[in-house]
């Protein structure tokens, strides 16, 4: 439905340019700045989006280091706050709501949208904990370009779930990120973080891998769930799924940080943290925030252009993280981790070309078929 989406976009683009061609041959007078204004709003929305994203995702993942560097030590409770922030998510949800969204839900059955909720939200949970804990026994810089897999682990499960096809430059760009990580996999025995053991780096390795893999799993079963179930993608759509998700793993992790016992332990965690009470409270605080923002940026890219697209993006933003990670925690940079990074670019590189590909044929097919059914030629 994100294709959708992106073809409707890119139609009523194309019926724009087919009017303002037809007004100014008729009347001889120019084009209405009108076009160029909604193609400028749209960039802009696109681009307030992709900062959202990087700059929430970044910031989220910083302060969960900073979190553990400190002296916290409770996986669960940084599970929490990666999904307690989104009663933020009903700001934008009351401020720009989709009319079409009630008549659509509407037509599925209540139980089938709770269970679709429910399974989602506790695949978060266990996602958000698995990467809780990856990013305890790894260096934030190694985590970071570990997750990159998830684009490669997405188009695998896209092939296989949403019936998208593989072409080689998707190939190429799954076999570049794999080596990158099989680079990052034999390199444990050079960390020298000294907030990190040693002994924990395989299973940090695996249980980002593991992550990766489960969140591109959760975007390929919300994609099915938009194509199937509910048959539409719009703003107040992809909001509501991604708020009763939250609420869903925010429970679960609740009553996981309970059951684990963990809970008992805040107190004096908030006592012995390294830069005093206060600062603990604030870095959870503003990493729930941060992660909310990033949520919005995710949701904004899947209504404005497409869920691909919004996956795309959250990938590339994950190199930012290594560059900040090397600045504030002095993490070691060597010969591996750079060249992990430039081949895991060269895979983001050649996954983007083939989507521009894509794109340039969808927007060829959509001009010959509104050419050819008005007769009326369509500048490029």
């Not at 909604?38 to 995702?57: C, D, E, Y």
């Not at 050079?190 to 002994?199: A, F, G, L, Q, R």
């Not at 059951?259 to 005093?276: I, V, Y």
């Amino acid at each position: 439905m994100g294709d959708a989406g992106e073809i409707q976009l890119q139609i009523r683009g194309t019926q724009e340019q087919q009017s303002l061609h037809k007004d100014a041959t008729a009347g001889n007078q120019p084009p209405k700045p009108s076009s160029s204004f909604k193609q400028w709003r749209w960039w802009l929305m696109v681009a307030l989006n992709i900062f959202f994203l990087v700059a929430g995702q970044t910031v989220g993942t910083l302060l969960g280091r900073l979190y553990y560097n400190e002296g916290g030590s409770s996986k669960w409770m940084l599970t929490l706050v990666a999904s307690a922030g989104y009663p933020i998510l009903f700001l934008p949800l009351l401020l720009f709501p989709s009319p079409t969204s009630t008549t659509s839900f509407a037509r599925v059955p209540i139980t089938n949208i709770a269970f679709i909720y429910i399974s989602l939200g506790l695949m978060v949970a266990a996602d958000n904990l698995m990467y809780s804990y990856a990013l305890l026994y790894l260096p934030i810089s190694t985590y970071s370009l570990l997750c990159a897999t998830q684009l490669a682990f997405n188009a695998v499960f896209a092939y296989f779930l949403n019936s998208q096809k593989i072409p080689p430059l998707i190939f190429n760009s799954i076999m570049l990120l794999t080596f990158s990580a099989a680079l990052l996999g034999i390199q444990s025995n050079t960390e020298d973080s000294k907030y990190i053991p040693k002994e924990k780096y395989p299973l940090g390795f695996v249980l980002t891998l593991g992550a990766s893999a489960t969140y591109s799993l959760i975007l390929s079963l919300m994609q099915l769930t938009f194509q199937t179930v509910l048959k539409t993608e719009t703003f107040s759509v992809v909001l509501r799924m991604q708020i009763w998700t939250s609420f869903v793993a925010s429970a679960a992790t609740v009553a996981g940080l309970f059951a684990s016992g963990e809970w008992r332990r805040l107190e004096g965690e908030m006592d012995g943290f390294g830069k005093g009470r206060v600062s603990y409270v604030m870095i959870l605080v503003w990493s729930a925030v941060a992660w909310q923002v990033a949520a919005v940026g995710i949701v904004g890219l899947v209504f404005v252009v497409s869920s691909l697209f919004s996956n795309v993006i959250s990938t590339l933003g994950l190199p930012v993280v290594p560059i900040f990670a090397v600045i504030f925690f002095h993490d070691k940079m060597d010969g591996v981790k750079v060249m992990a990074m430039l081949i895991a670019l060269w895979g983001f590189i050649s996954y983007i070309y083939q989507q521009y590909l894509d794109d340039s044929e969808a927007k060829r097919a959509i001009r010959s078929d509104t050419e050819a059914g008005s007769g009326v030629s369509i500048p490029p």
